[in-house]
């Protein structure tokens, strides 16, 4: 029992380290007033947790994030299957797919600025943008991956192409689709915000910016604490939910001891 | 089989040629202020990055990048070992490391400029920390990964601690730390372009941004299409460079596949 506390213990004295450092770091004013002190950041958090303003800002980019992700998903596996599915249109997008693939969507913000204007629609193209393709490759790979014993063993039992692809590809592909969701959802808010921050896209990406125009450095800070904390459960809600949906699969079953 | 073969090799290198061909004799003519003849934006590509800004905004870009990746990686490594091989020093910064993860790496830009200003240093800085945290803890996963059986295999031989971590600890974990290097320069390649987006007039980003702000689409686009392909080469880079440091683990992966 003692063992099982320590760790937890070091990490509160990790944190609290962390915070009195920062207030020291203020006071001493090594950076004028660009570092707030630690309290007077906490004392703004809680005071812009009270706006309604912010409250719509976090909205506009969770939907923005979720909504995009949502068609991204959608539209990524239904791409990956075709892609995966047929070798003729594998080799005809490989090319196109490889070079697209480590191009990040910030580069194509200008030109998504440019024709849609600081407004939701870019940032919503922005994040199908940055988390399609992933979703597209992975999904390619599950499919190449699916036993190939299974696929023959559901058309000697009279299977159609239609169903086999639902009843044997889609799941062999689901782990690794489910690999892409986890890296794609995080992807999709650090993207809305960056279509925010950069492009002037609705949610807490332009308050950001805004903040750091107008030397509002402890609504700076403030908001990038929101960020961390809703980093952190945009992680935690991705891997419960991949947990769920494929609770079947062996690398996630549990260990029978 | 042979002509399935030509047929795909056909089809790979004909589809994107085609794109190619149809983007420049579809866009000829176009007075869309948005989308400028290919014609245009090769010329312009031309003009701006062959040799004009090469040195003032390519190399410094490609510079800070390569400097912050540089410094992120080997603290990322540095300190990913610290902490898996103290574990109280891993208990005590677990938290924060995943906390600070959490924040989009681009997030952190507004407080460089405001902590540092817009000069080079703010822009290593800022690339060289948000591509630190991907590194750091694929190291740590690396080495906790690390079987048992090969660390006593290790203390039986009795080899000296460094002789443990720079010749047992360290290859076994080089696949986990590639990954994570990788993901590190995609972030450094990112935060390179949002830190140089963000308020700086140098660099290949704020050229992009400024010719989109000016309405000059074709020196956009040429700046779109650079930047697409430094990504696009720098990735190769990597994979060329782990390809070498980790031909041994392909190897054996081959081999375990093919049995």
Partial sequence: MKVSIHPYALSAVGIA???????????????????????????????????????????ATLGVALLALAVAAVAGVALGLLVGSFEPVRYATAAVLEFLKPVPPIVILPLAVLVLGPTAEMSFFLVVFGCLLPIVMQTV?????????????ARSYGMGEGEILARVVLPSAMPYIGTAMRVAAPAALVVTVVAGLLGGGPGLGQNIYQAQAAGDYASLYALVIVLGVLGLLFQAATRLAERRVLHWHESYREVVH | MRNLAIRNLVIGTGIPVLLLVAWWFLSANSADPFFPPLETILLR?????????FQSDVLLSLGNLFLGFAIAAVAGVALGFATALVPPVRWMIDPLIHFLRGIPPVALVPIFISLIGFGTQMRVTSIALAAFFPTMIATVDGIRSVSNDLMDVARVYRLSRKERVLNVLLPAAMPQIFSGLQVSLQVAFIVMIASEMLGSSQGIGAMTLLAQQSFMAADMWAGILLLGVIGFLVNILFGLLRGKVLSWYIGSRRLARAA
């Fill in chain 1, 17 to 59: 380290g962390a915070l009195v450092i920062w207030q020291i770091l203020s006071a001493a004013n090594l950076a004028g007033n660009a570092l707030p002190a630690a309290t007077t950041v906490f004392a703004t958090l809680a005071s812009i947790l009270g706006t309604g303003a912010f409250w719509s800002s976090l909205g």
């Fill in chain 2, 45 to 53: 590509f031309q003009e701006l990055w062959l040799f004009d800004h």
């Fill in chain 1, 141 to 153: 790979d599950g499919v190449q991956g699916a036993d190939p014993v299974a696929r023959d063993t």
